[in-house]
């Protein structure tokens, strides 16, 4: 891709381009029906997911012209009930000086009966270099969005490289406060912090004092807050090697949990970095908290530099469901949202004992659906469920009770995706009973182990007539509990 392709603005393509793009993108048999996708184009990281004018307001980065990263958009979608979004169109356009090559990732906050959004302006000298600022647009409750015309930050202090981006702000008690994803200058990855008491003027305070001094070359997505007394830092690491079945995706995202941050001092005590997500596409969530108090995080369901089925059909990935964080013994525990309920409708359920076999039952099995399924009273030595089955193809969810190891297999799950990154992913769960809590899409799987102990978040290309659920158990028995809904 040239430059000139990559950073090609909306206003460069015909109306004929356009409709071309859109046509295309309609016939794909991939089109998701309850997860938020771009109409054209790529969509990344969730941004700027706040609750304002009584609604939940999450944009996206967006590339409307291809599936490659090229210029990015802030889009604007909102909800009443995190379930049914509305797209709401561009909210922030890359046109200034401040942001010409792209309005990059950021959050927001609502002060004085406006939604703020703090964002990256990303920038190109005249010899190609990167310069990044860090702007403001300010959204009424009727959705007009106003750039301020100069950027909040306007140098990356000494010390960081220009890969310096994904404000995320916050308010305490005594001042506004963000996180920043940067890159020091030996190369290594970090998170700094600002402080304001207006949103409008910054200071730095500096560097966030972790453990972690060697961990990767970039820290995006930085994301700070706490939960039940202990301070929370969300971030995504670039540059680190897999270690047995951890870090296994060309990026990472995980978390770090602590006593609260520090707030004169920056230092931040905290345990080991945990994988947010086991499966393959998760990268650069963002969390807010909505007015029930609930930590509701977003990911983008996808991977940077990996070519996807979608790619030669216009259009690129997806957000991931709204999920509640909770803490359980010092890790972060991931729930769906209970809205989503809203999209159930026809319900089926099964009981029964499985003894070394495999089976399928009448009227369990789709498309688009949610299932919860229960594996208990077992000596068997490993269960597990196929969905999106037909003759040549399924995905695979598998639990060896004697290794205590739960594997997802989208090996044969049809159409392939990028390989070099594997089409296995597998973690440990101590468990003598199972419970999966599956939402899969036409072409995505989110699977809830054991109540959000672990989440495996994957996009999957089945054919349309793969439908088929399968159960099984091997060598041994295990009572199964089945309990599926049909999504609408
Ligand atoms: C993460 C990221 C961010 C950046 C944005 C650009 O996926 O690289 O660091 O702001 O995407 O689209």
């Known amino acids: 891709m040239n430059r000139e392709q990559k950073y090609r603005r909306l206003e460069q393509a015909s109306p004929e381009e356009m409709s071309a793009l859109r046509k295309k993108v309609e016939d794909s048999g991939w089109r998701q029906t309850y997860h938020i996708q771009p109409i054209t184009g790529l969509l990344n990281d969730p941004n700027g997911f706040a609750y304002f004018a009584g609604e939940y307001h999450l944009f996206y980065q967006w590339f409307p012209l291809g599936t490659y990263h090229g210029l990015k958009y802030w889009y604007h979608t909102a909800s009443k009930d995190l379930v049914f979004w509305r797209n709401a169109g561009i909210a922030i ?15 927001g906050i609502v002060k004085d009966g406006k939604l703020h959004l703090m964002y990256t302006g990303n920038t190109r000298d005249r010899d ?45 008690p005594d001042l506004y406060r963000c996180v920043i994803g940067a890159q020091r200058e030996d190369a290594t990855g970090t998170a700094v912090m600002y402080e304001s008491s207006d949103l409008l003027n910054w200071r730095f305070a500096g560097e966030i004092k972790t453990g972690l001094k060697h961990f990767g070359y970039m820290w995006e997505c930085p994301d700070y807050f706490e939960l039940d007394g202990q301070g929370v830092l969300l971030f995504c690491p670039q540059g680190i090697e897999p270690q047995g079945d951890r870090f296994r995706n060309v990026y990472q995202s995980g978390y770090l949990v602590g006593k609260p941050l520090n707030r004169e001092t920056l230092d931040f005590e905290h345990g080991a970095f945990h994988e947010l997500d086991r499966g393959f596409d998760f990268y ?70 499985l003894t070394n076999e495999k089976k399928s039952y009448a009227g369990v099995s789709g498309t688009a659906f949610e299932l919860i399924c229960e594996f208990a009273d077992v000596n068997a030595e490993s269960v597990g469920i196929e969905f999106r089955a037909g003759e040549t193809e399924r995905t695979v969810i598998h639990y060896d009770f004697e290794r205590q190891i739960l594997t997802f297999d989208r090996s044969e799950a049809g159409e392939r995706i990028n390989s070099k990154y594997g089409s296995t992913r597998s973690c440990r769960v101590q468990t003598k009973s199972l419970k999966l809590h599956l939402f899969v899409d036409t072409s995505s799987v989110e699977c809830f182990i054991n109540d959000g102990e672990e989440v495996f978040t994957s996009r999957i290309f089945p054919h349309p007539d793969s439908t088929g659920i399968r159960f099984f158990a091997n060598n041994g028995s295990a009572g199964l509990k089945v309990a599926k809904w049909d999504l609408a």
């Open 93 to 107: 356009e890359p046109r200034d000086p401040h942001d010409w090559y792209g309005a990059y990732s950021g959050s």
């Open 128 to 172: 190609w270099n990167r310069r990044s600022f860090q702007c403001m647009a300010v959204m009424d409750a009727a959705g007009a969005v106003t750039k301020l015309p100069e950027p909040l930050i306007d140098h990356v202090p000494e010390g960081y490289t220009e890969h310096f981006r994904d404000p995320k702000v916050w308010k305490d």
């Open 284 to 353: 650069a969530p963002q969390t807010m908290e909505d007015d029930q108090g609930r930590r509701i995080l977003v990911a983008w369901m996808g991977q940077a530099e990996i070519g996807y089925p979608t790619d030669s059909h216009g259009w690129a990935h997806c957000l991931t469901l709204p999920r509640t964080l909770e803490l359980r013994d010092g890790k972060l525990v991931q729930q769906p949202v209970r809205e989503l309920e809203k999209l159930r409708r026809e319900r089926r359920e099964v009981q029964d004992t």
